[in-house]
Each structure stands twice: as structure tokens, then as C-alpha cells.
T-cell receptor
Framework: AQKVTQAQTEISVVEKEDVTLDCVYETRDTTYYLFWYKQPPSGELVFLIR??????QNEISGRYSWNFQKSTSSFNFTITASQVVDSAVYFC???????????????FGEGTQLTVNP | GAGVSQSPRYKVAKRGQDVALRCDPI?????LFWYQQALGQGPEFLTY????????KSGLPSDRFFAERPEGSVSTLKIQRTQQEDSAVYLC?????????FGPGTRLTVL
């Protein structure tokens, strides 16, 4: 069975602070995908990133960066110089790898509510 | 291009009523998923279609829940004899590979 744990229920920071959201996962699959999604107050889940289990390179996209460590089953997300618009619920998710156009269900964590105060 | 759309955005039903929730996936996306998101929780898988075939319905909580995608495009999630515990946001996602793109959801409130 797959499981995703986001231990931080709520985080509150002041604008321009750096913040890291933790994600720990469990899976028996040898090949899998990890995701981060953002859910602003409007409710729509916005895709941020997908990582393959065989690619442990860290990734940076603007103010966002992701640290994937297979040895500790963690996939942490850091926002540098946070802004008020970053306030949202952030979900980490896991799926088994699939091929071609088929898909695999996502297993989500409980989410971390990030509040960035001006 | 257009993203995933869902309708209605909000639905209020009296206990015992039947409801139908619609999802329009991204054009050309083969895979379509339904998730249920309770307040303060992460989304939970309900069912999965590949084209018109429902390949996995293991997440449907009871036989009151039924989903279809007859022509491999638009999908409808139907809930019969709604109960208060069915109150949640119902999210639809589509994908053509391994990344799912979500619609805005339908917030169902059962009174």
C-alpha cells in the first residue's frame, strides 16, 4: 500500500522568509512518481512538479526548489523569499509508474496550509 | 488550451436526492479520474477511466456511487440517495501520461 505523510499541518511565515514543506512517502513499487500540487482558496489543484523515482536530481524553478532523497523516502519542497500569493494548501502525492497513455491513481498526503503574512 | 471543467461548481441536495456531477476533460486526454476531498483532507481516489472503459472503481464508497464515460470524453459521477456523509468536493482530473490536471471541483452539500 502507498502512503504519503505531510507532518506539518500548518505553517505561518512572514513575507520574504524561506519555507520548507516536508513530505515522506511509503511504497513497495520500485518505479513511481512523486508530485506536488498547490490548492489556493479557489479550490483548484494546480500541478507544480513531477519527479521520477529513478531521477534523484534536485530541481529548481524560480523561487521553488525540490529535494528528492530516495534513501529517506522524502520529497521536500522549498519556497525561497515567500510571497503572500504563495498562501495555499500544498499537497504531496505519489503514484506508481504507468506506461503509455494509461494512468495511475494518486495517493495524497493530508496537505500543509501555508500562510504568508505581509 | 482549455483545462478540465466541471459543473455545477456548487450543488446543494436534500438527503435522499440523486445528483449528477459532470466533468469535461482536456481534449484528447485518454485517462480520467474522480477524487473525493473532504474538508481539511487530501483528495481520495474514487474511480478511473481509460477512454470509455472504467478500469478501476475500487475507491467508490458504496453502490450509491456510479460513474460513466460513454464516449470516452465527458464523464458523469452520479450519487443516488445522497447522505450527509457524501458532502465533499468532488474533483475530476485528466491525463495523457503520468501527470494529472485537475478541474475546479464540485462542492456538494447534503442537508
Amino acid at each position: 500500500a502507498q502512503k504519503v505523510t505531510q507532518a506539518q499541518t500548518e505553517i505561518s511565515v512572514v513575507e520574504k522568509e524561506d519555507v520548507t514543506l516536508d513530505c515522506v512517502y511509503e511504497t513497495r513499487d520500485t518505479t513511481y512518481y512523486l508530485f506536488w500540487y498547490k490548492q489556493p482558496p479557489s479550490g483548484e489543484l494546480v500541478f507544480l512538479i513531477r519527479r521520477n523515482s529513478f531521477d534523484e536530481q534536485n530541481e529548481i524553478s524560480g523561487r521553488y526548489s525540490w529535494n528528492f532523497q530516495k534513501s529517506t523516502s522524502s520529497f521536500n519542497f522549498t519556497i525561497t523569499a515567500s510571497q503572500v500569493v504563495d498562501s495555499a494548501v500544498y499537497f504531496c502525492a505519489l503514484s506508481e509508474a504507468s506506461w503509455g497513455t494509461s494512468g495511475s491513481r494518486l495517493t495524497f498526503g493530508e496537505g500543509t496550509q501555508l500562510t504568508v503574512n505581509p | 488550451g482549455a483545462g478540465v471543467s466541471q459543473s455545477p461548481r456548487y450543488k446543494v441536495a436534500k438527503r435522499g436526492q440523486d445528483v449528477a456531477l459532470r466533468c469535461d476533460p482536456i481534449s484528447g486526454h485518454v485517462s480520467l479520474f474522480w477524487y473525493q476531498q473532504a474538508l481539511g483532507q487530501g483528495p481520495e481516489f474514487l474511480t478511473y477511466f481509460q477512454n470509455e472503459a472504467q478500469l478501476d472503481k475500487s475507491g467508490l464508497p458504496s453502490d450509491r456511487f456510479f460513474a460513466e464515460r460513454p464516449e470516452g470524453s465527458v464523464s458523469t459521477l452520479k450519487i443516488q440517495r445522497t447522505q450527509q456523509e457524501d458532502s465533499a468536493v468532488y474533483l475530476c482530473a485528466s491525463s495523457s501520461g503520468n501527470t494529472q490536471y485537475f478541474g475546479p471541483g464540485t462542492r456538494l452539500t447534503v442537508l
